[in-house]
């Protein structure tokens, strides 16, 4: 939010007394009430300007946000008497207690409308058209409240003279003379942008809201094309353009496929490769690649796509050939960034250069910090083609230039209203497009009157009411109004204002994000980078993941940077997932016989994508153990493969080994093995006991064994015998041996 620079937030406190000098009466501010009124106004139009003579015309709608009806509901105009002749003064009024009396309401027959009955939740339109006489304004030139007010009966509340609901805006004298004073309107798109851990845009559904009629991205579009042959200037954070071409791409996550881009990694290689080296950015190459989803979208996913696609042709050709002034990627936090990573600074900005030429959008670099102040380290690195814009709050004294354009610290920087930007009074909310449309206008006015004809710079928000977007470039056409471009005034001649006159002060230090947050971003970034090492192919991961990690060093995190912290952790955290997929297996335990032995391992490839990796082994440095063999290697997607080594050690014992998977430049992935080997070398004497117990083995098998065989051929032989004397004939006699 805009903070006051010191003079005003001093003359502030003396303006809330009241503007005895300027003829206006501004009461003091008092504690808003704590209940709301029951009636809701909203003023839908408005003449733009108080005329010299004829009717001043307000349309709107009543609603009644009580529980009980409401009759004969009156809606009565009502305008001050005496002009707001200053901007300080103007800034002062537009932040008083909503329900303070103001001015004097009109009551007149014929110059109000009637609701005969309101009953709860219920609204209606309404219509006032009031003689400009009757509104008891001097007519003397400056700036006028105005309003309405309603006022209802109840069953238990009768009618008094206390509204029971009221809107309140400002509306400037026609100026005469017939002069003109010069304004600039630049239409802001900036905002959040969230990636996931598998690095897909976030947030859709706020998206889908966001893009759907009467959202505030539709309703920029929505305010941009009622502006006609109006002239304005776009303020554009690529981030956001960048995300919705994700969305119309199907918001497909980080990818880990070879870039299709790169030369010998095309998908179908039949076309012979040009000579030109030179790489060409396209739409497609915002967009991770991926292979085809095997899943048809969802009817939202596809709606969201369709929506996103549509918004950015519309939002082409509502640029033209116009350049778009465009911020550093993501909305950097610029200070913080100079500050803490400068590198990050350059990234940004080269990569908004390319995200727009790759949409095909005209560009011209720029900074325009939200909180409108910049540190002078940051306007130091500025490139001097950058157009910086910042607020007249970022001075100690804002600065008087007929350009509203100065040099400081070597840089052209246009200077912008704040108290333009700072929209309305309440209750009606203050970024409200009629609301700022009327102090534009009055900022204008207000200028021309006291002779200041610097134009007038106004930042818009991002955020609108989609469907009242349209009214902020209704009447604002004016004769004497003349709408520029900020390109050329930016163009114009600069004054010089010295670096003491800026006002960035330790509380300005304290709100930009701190090394924390670059310090997880370059964590992240490291992961991405180990990864794409690994990966045998070239892939646009790093690129991706740059484009994640900026959004996350946003300006727009400064409220809760803690979250950006996360946001840049999960990122990291997925990475290193990724890099654990490759990792070793290795045996419980191994066991050496002798002073060297063969072992094994098996190294995984858990990716769908070819890796290139190593494995370091390390001892536990206590004993002498040597290990020799495999070192690197090319796995391809889901693969194994078995490492072979040779152990060789001198020293009995366990020695404990460690297999770390690393990168071919030797950066640990993540994953290790721990493996003991218990070398049990045997010594000579135990071979030699071998050999004597063998040798007795062998000789007690030759002493026993032809025993054994003179054995069994005797009782072989005593077998034959007894068989030939059982086959003799009956009743033959033995013959006796001869």
């Known amino acids: 939010m805009p903070r006051p620079p010191v003079f005003r937030a001093a003359l502030a406190g003396l303006l809330t007394l009241g503007f005895a000098c300027s003829g206006a009466l501004v009461p003091a501010a008092a504690t808003p009430a704590e209940d709301a009124e029951p009636l809701l106004v909203h003023i839908d139009t408005i003449s733009p300007a108080l005329p010299r003579s004829g009717n001043v015309e307000i349309t709107g709608t009543v609603t009644n946000t009580s529980e009980e009806t409401f009759t004969r509901v009156n809606l009565h105009a009502f305008s001050s008497q005496a002009p707001i002749l200053d901007s300080n003064s103007l800034a002062a009024s537009a932040v008083i207690d909503p329900t303070a009396s103001v001015g004097t309401r009109v009551t007149v027959p014929g110059t109000f409308d009637t609701i005969d009955e309101l009953v709860p939740g219920e609204s209606e339109p309404f219509s006032d058209s009031v003689p400009v006489e009757l509104l008891g304004t001097s007519g003397q030139a400056g700036v006028y409240w105005i309003g309405i007010h309603a006022l209802g009966d109840t069953a238990t509340v009768p009618r008094d003279t206390?509204?029971?609901?009221?809107?309140?805006?400002?509306?400037?004298?026609?100026p005469t003379g017939g002069e003109t004073q010069e304004a600039s309107v630049i239409l802001s798109l900036r905002g959040r942008v969230w990636f996931d851990a598998q690095g897909r845009l976030a947030g859709t559904d706020r998206w889908a809201r966001r893009l759907a009629e009467g959202g505030s991205l539709d309703g920029a579009l929505d305010m941009a094309e009622s502006a006609g042959a109006v002239p304005y200037s776009w303020?554009?954070?690529?981030?956001?353009?960048?995300?919705?071409?994700?969305?119309?791409?199907?918001?497909?996550?980080?990818?880990?496929?070879?870039?299709?881009t790169v030369p010998g990694q095309e998908p179908t290689p039949t076309e012979t490769p040009t000579e030109s080296t030179t790489e060409t950015v396209t739409p497609e190459s915002l967009t991770p690649t991926a292979p085809e989803p095997t899943e048809?979208?969802?009817?939202?996913?596809?709606?969201?796509?369709?929506?996103?696609?549509?918004?950015?042709a519309r939002f082409t050709a509502l640029?033209?050939?116009?350049?778009?002034?465009?911020?550093?990627?993501?909305?950097?936090?610029?200070?913080?960034?100079?500050?803490?990573?400068?590198?990050?600074?350059?990234?940004?900005?080269?990569?908004?250069?390319?995200?727009?030429?790759?949409?095909?959008?005209?560009?011209?670099?720029?900074?325009?910090?939200?909180?409108?102040?910049?540190?002078?380290?940051?306007?130091?690195?500025?490139?001097?083609?950058?157009?910086?814009?910042?607020?007249?709050?970022?001075?100690?004294?804002?600065?008087?230039?007929?350009?509203?354009?100065?040099?400081?610290?070597?840089?052209?920087?246009?200077?912008?209203?704040?108290?333009?930007?700072?929209?309305?009074?309440?209750?009606?909310?203050?970024?409200?497009?009629l609301a700022l449309r009327q102090r534009l206008l009055s900022?204008?006015?207000?200028?021309?009157?006291?002779?200041?004809?610097?134009?007038?710079v106004v930042t818009l928000p991002t955020v609108w009411r989609?469907?009242?977007?349209?009214?902020?470039?209704?009447?604002?056409?004016?004769?004497?109004?003349?709408?520029?471009?900020?390109?050329?005034?930016?163009?114009?001649?600069?004054?010089?204002?010295?670096?003491?006159?800026?006002?960035?002060?330790?509380?300005?230090?304290a709100a930009e994000l701190d090394a924390g947050n670059f310090t997880a971003a370059t964590r992240a970034s490291d992961a991405a980078a180990l990864l794409e090492q690994v990966l045998t192919l070239q892939t646009r991961l790093e690129a991706s993941v740059r484009e994640e990690v900026l959004v996350t060093l946003s300006e727009q995190h400064r409220e809760r940077p803690g979250l950006a912290l996360k946001a840049a952790a999960r990122i990291e955290e997925s990475l290193r997932d990724e890099l654990r997929k490759v990792r070793i297996e290795v045996p419980p335990a191994v066991t050496l016989s002798s002073d060297s032995g063969k072992l094994g391992a098996t190294l995984v490839n858990g990716l769908d994508q070819p890796v290139t990796v190593q494995v370091k082994t390390t001892t536990d440095g206590q004993l002498a153990l040597s290990l020799e063999g495999d070192s690197t290697r090319n796995l391809g997607p889901?693969?194994?493969?078995?490492?072979?080594?040779?152990?060789?050690?001198?020293?009995?014992?366990?020695?404990?080994?460690?297999?770390?998977v690393t990168s071919a430049d030797g950066v640990a992935l993540g994953s290790v093995g721990e493996l003991p080997i218990r070398a049990a070398q045997v010594s000579a004497l135990i071979w030699i006991a071998m050999a004597a117990g063998a040798l007795v083995l062998f000789g007690m098998i030759g002493y026993r064994l032809p025993g054994q065989i003179r054995a069994r051929r005797a009782e072989l032989a005593a077998q034959h015998e007894a068989t030939d004397a059982t086959d003799a004939p009956v009743g033959h006699p033995v013959p006796e041996a001869q």
């Open 162 to 174: 206390v509204a029971d609901g009221r809107a309140r805006t400002f509306i400037p004298a026609r």
């Open 235 to 260: 303020l554009v954070d690529p981030a956001v353009l960048l995300a919705l071409a994700r969305l119309a791409a199907g918001n497909m996550p980080r990818s880990l496929a070879p870039d299709q």
């Open 296 to 312: 048809a979208p969802s009817d939202e996913d596809a709606a969201l796509a369709a929506a996103a696609s549509a918004w950015l």
């Open 319 to 433: 640029v033209g050939t116009n350049p778009v002034l465009t911020l550093p990627f993501g909305d950097i936090d610029v200070s913080a960034a100079v500050r803490n990573d400068r590198t990050r600074y350059d990234q940004a900005l080269a990569h908004s250069v390319e995200v727009m030429a790759a949409l095909g959008l005209p560009s011209r670099p720029a900074v325009a910090p939200e909180s409108d102040v910049l540190s002078p380290e940051a306007i130091s690195a500025t490139a001097p083609d950058t157009v910086i814009l910042l607020g007249d709050n970022a001075f100690g004294i804002p600065p008087s230039s007929p350009t509203s354009v100065v040099r400081l610290l070597g840089h052209k920087v246009i200077v912008t209203s704040t108290g333009a930007e700072a929209g309305g009074p309440g209750p009606t909310a203050a970024n409200d497009p």
């Open 443 to 456: 900022e204008a006015a207000l200028r021309l009157a006291n002779d200041d004809r610097a134009p007038l």
């Open 466 to 509: 989609g469907e009242d977007a349209a009214a902020f470039f209704a009447d604002l056409e004016q004769p004497w109004l003349d709408l520029v471009p900020a390109g050329e005034v930016a163009d114009r001649s600069a004054s010089g204002v010295k670096a003491a006159n800026l006002a960035y002060n330790e509380s300005d230090r």
């Open 638 to 660: 889901d693969a194994r493969s078995v490492l072979r080594y040779r152990a060789t050690t001198d020293q009995p014992g366990v020695h404990n080994v460690r297999l770390t």
